[in-house]
C-alpha cells in the first residue's frame, strides 16, 4: 500500500533521509520511530508529496506517486503534529468539518460529521468557535478531519500530543477502529509506550537510516540480549539464589525483597523447570512473571548502538555525545 | 482538474466570507468613498466663469500643486479633463484596493508560516489551487467594489449637477485589469517568500519599484533617477502594471479602442504569466516554508 525505493532527502551536503525502503501492507498499524531531527517528519513530507524527494521513488496503493497525483492524494488523510494556531477561528466545529467535506466534495456530509465528532466527545461542542477550542480539543478535531472522507490511509504525526489520558484513550480506541474496519496507519511519534500498545510492526529511523523495521515482538526478541524471571515467593531462603544459578540456563541470579530476580538466555520458556525445582523446595511461588523488552528499551538500545557505531563515542547519560 | 477548481472554489468562498465579516474592509471602503465625495464638492467650488480652476479652492490649490510638480501639467490636464471623477475615482479605490492586496498577501505568508496552506493540501487540494482561490476572492470582491462605485459617483454626479464622462468608464474598466495584474503580484510575493512580512515587503517593495519607474518617466524627481529609470523602464516596462495603465490612458485619450482593448488583453497576459510563473515555482518550493 506504501513502498518507498531507496527514498532520499538532502538539504545542502546534509542527507536528512538516507536511501530508506519502507513496505506498508494494507491494514497495518504502522509505527514510525525516531528521535528528534532524525528524519521522520522528512520522509513522511516526501510520502505526502509536500517536499520532494532528492533520490528515490514513492508508491501508493501500488501507484507510482507524484505531487501532481491528486487522486491519490485524496485517498489519504494526515493528521499534522499541531492544528495551525489562529486559523479558522470564525469557524464553529462543524463549519470547519464542513469545509473540509466540501474540498473532498462529500455529499450530505452532517450525518458523518455528527457520527465522527461524536467518536471523540465534541458533539456537544460542534458548534462553538474553534477559538474557544482547547489543544486537546483541537487535536481530536484534526483527527476526525482526516477520517471524514474515509481515507484508505491515515497518516498520524504524534497524534496523542498534548492529550489527556482521557482523550489518549479515546484516541487510541478510535485508531485501533479504524484499523479493524481495514484502514492502513501509519503513526509517527515519540510516545513508545502507546506505540507499543498499538502498532502491529514498528521501524526505527536514526540519521536519516532507517536502523531497523520489524513486527513489535520480533524486534523485540532480536534486540533483547538476555531476558529476566521476576518470582515472588514468601520469603527467599540463602543460598536459593546460588542455587539457581547452577541451571545452564541461568545467566545470573538476584534478590530484591521477595523478588527472586533471574536472568536467563535468549530462547526458550524457563518458568517451567524454575517452579518445579521451588515446588521441591517447598517454596510456592506467588507470582512468575517474564520481563521482556520495552520498546523503549529497544529504541534507546537501537539509536545508542548506532551512534556508537557512526562516531565512535557511546552516548552519555543524557543522552548526548 | 476539477479536484483542483472544487477546491479553488472551497477557499474563495471561505476568503470572501471572511473579508465580508472584517470591519476593516467596510472601514476602508467608507474612508475611500468619503475622501471621494469630499473631493467631488471641493471640485464644484473650484469651478468659475472660465471653467475649472484649482486655485479657487485650497484643497485644489494643494493638489494641483503636488501633482503639476510629480507628474507635469499635461498629466494634471488629463486627469481632470472630465471633471473630478477621474481623480476621485483612484482616491476611492486605492484604500480599499491596497486592503484588499496586502490583506490577500498578509494571509497567503501567514497561512504558508502557520501550517494551514499544508493542512488543506493534504487532500485534493495544492498550493495552485489555493492561490486561485485567493485570486477569485480577490477579483470578485473587487468586482462588488467597482459596483458600489459606479453607484456612489453615478448619484454623488446628479447630486452635484456634472456628468460622468467616457473617460471615467473606460478607467472603470482598466483599474480592473490592473488589479488583476498586481493581485498577481502579489501572489508571485507570497510564492517567492516564507512568511506574511517579507511577502509584503516584497509586494510594496515591487509596486514602489514600478510606481518609481513610471514616475521616472515622466518629469520628476531628480535627474539622476530619471536617467536611470529611462533605462530601466525601457527594459522592464513591460512587466509594470502601470505601463498597461498609462497606455490604456493615452488609447481612450485618442479615441483608439483598439489599442484600449490591446492594453486591457496585454494587462491580463501579464496577470496570466504571473500566474503561471507562481504556479511553477510554488511546485518547486513546495507549501512549507
Not at chain 1, 540480549?225 to 545452564?248: A, M, N, V, W
Not at chain 2, 472630465?82 to 476621485?88: I, K, M, N, S, T
Not at chain 2, 492586496?101 to 487540494?125: D, N
Request: with cysteine.
Amino acid at each position: 500500500m506504501i513502498q518507498t525505493k531507496n527514498l532520499s532527502k538532502l538539504y545542502g551536503n546534509f542527507k536528512a533521509v538516507d536511501r530508506v525502503d519502507l513496505n506498508i501492507p494494507a491494514g497495518e498499524i504502522y509505527g514510525f520511530l525516531g528521535p528528534n531531527g532524525a528524519g521522520k517528519t522528512s520522509t513522511i513530507m516526501m510520502i505526502l508529496g509536500i517536499i520532494k524527494p532528492s533520490d528515490g521513488e514513492i508508491f501508493l496503493f501500488n501507484e507510482k506517486y507524484t505531487p501532481n497525483r491528486l487522486d491519490l492524494r485524496k485517498r489519504i488523510g494526515v493528521v499534522p503534529e499541531k492544528h495551525p494556531t489562529g486559523m479558522w477561528t470564525w469557524m464553529t466545529g462543524f463549519e470547519y468539518m464542513a469545509m473540509f467535506a466540501e474540498f473532498f466534495g462529500l455529499k450530505n456530509s452532517k450525518e458523518r460529521i455528527k457520527h465522527l465528532l461524536s467518536q471523540v466527545d465534541l458533539l456537544e461542542v460542534g458548534n462553538k468557535k474553534i477559538a474557544e477550542f482547547s489543544r486537546g480539543m483541537l487535536q481530536k478535531l484534526s483527527i476526525v478531519r482526516a477520517l471524514l472522507h474515509d481515507p484508505d490511509i491515515l497518516f498520524l504525526d504524534e497524534p496523542i500530543s498534548g492529550l489527556d489520558p482521557i482523550g489518549i484513550k479515546q484516541i487510541r480506541d478510535l485508531i485501533l477502529a479504524e484499523n479493524r474496519e481495514g484502514r492502513t496507519i501509519f503513526i509517527s511519534s515519540h510516545l513508545l509506550s502507546e506505540m507499543e500498545k498499538i502498532c502491529h510492526r514498528v521501524a526505527i529511523i536514526f540519521r536519516g537510516r532507517l536502523m531497523a523495521e520489524d513486527k513489535m515482538s520480533a524486534l523485540l526478541a532480536k534486540l533483547a540480549k538476555d531476558r529476566e524471571i521476576h518470582i515472588d515467593l514468601e520469603s527467599i531462603p540463602s543460598q536459593l539464589s546460588d542455587q539457581i544459578k547452577t541451571f545452564p540456563f541461568v545467566l545470573d541470579s538476584m534478590e530484591q525483597d521477595n523478588t527472586l530476580i533471574i536472568k536467563v538466555s535468549k530462547e526458550g520458556d524457563y518458568r517451567k523447570p524454575i517452579s518445579e525445582y521451588l515446588i521441591k523446595k517447598n517454596l510456592i511461588p506467588l507470582r512468575i512473571e517474564e520481563k521482556s523488552l520495552s520498546l523503549e528499551e529497544a529504541f534507546v538500545t537501537i539509536t545508542r548502538d548506532n551512534v556508537q557505531m557512526f562516531t565512535g563515542f557511546p552516548l552519555s547519560e543524557g543522552g548526548k555525545q | 482538474m476539477s479536484d483542483r477548481i472544487n477546491a479553488a472554489k472551497v477557499i474563495a468562498k471561505r476568503k470572501i466570507f471572511e473579508t465580508i465579516i472584517n470591519p476593516g474592509f467596510y472601514i476602508v471602503q467608507t474612508i475611500g468613498l468619503l475622501l471621494g465625495y469630499f473631493l467631488i464638492t471641493r471640485f464644484v467650488q473650484s469651478i468659475d466663469s472660465s471653467g475649472f480652476n484649482f486655485q479657487l479652492n485650497p484643497v485644489y490649490d494643494l493638489i494641483g500643486r503636488s501633482l503639476e510638480g510629480a507628474l507635469g501639467a499635461t498629466f494634471i490636464d488629463k486627469l481632470f479633463s472630465e471633471g473630478p471623477f477621474l481623480f476621485a475615482l483612484y482616491v476611492s479605490f486605492i484604500p480599499a484596493f491596497l486592503y484588499l492586496s496586502v490583506s490577500s498577501v498578509f494571509k497567503f505568508g501567514l497561512e504558508k508560516k502557520i501550517g494551514a496552506l499544508e493542512l488543506i493540501t493534504y487532500g485534493p487540494a495544492d498550493g495552485t489551487s489555493y492561490f486561485m482561490g485567493s485570486f477569485a476572492r480577490d477579483v470578485l470582491i473587487t468586482v462588488l467594489y467597482i459596483l458600489v462605485l459606479v453607484v456612489f459617483f453615478g448619484i454623488a454626479a446628479a447630486l452635484n449637477n456634472l456628468v460622468l464622462g467616457p473617460m471615467f468608464l473606460y478607467s472603470l474598466v482598466l483599474i480592473f485589469f490592473i488589479s488583476l495584474a498586481i493581485y498577481a503580484y502579489g501572489i508571485l510575493a507570497s510564492v517567492l517568500t516564507d512568511n506574511a512580512a517579507s511577502s509584503i515587503a516584497l509586494f510594496l517593495g515591487a509596486l514602489i519599484f514600478f510606481l518609481i519607474i513610471m514616475f521616472g518617466s515622466f518629469t520628476i524627481v531628480s535627474g539622476y533617477v530619471r536617467n536611470l529609470s529611462n533605462v530601466i523602464a525601457w527594459i522592464i516596462k513591460w512587466l509594470s502594471p502601470f505601463f498597461y495603465w498609462d497606455l490604456g490612458l493615452r488609447a481612450v485619450e485618442s479615441g483608439n479602442s483598439l489599442f484600449f482593448l490591446l492594453s486591457l488583453f496585454l494587462l491580463l497576459l501579464l496577470s496570466g504569466i504571473i500566474l503561471l510563473i507562481s504556479h511553477l515555482t510554488l511546485n518547486a518550493r513546495g507549501v512549507r516554508s
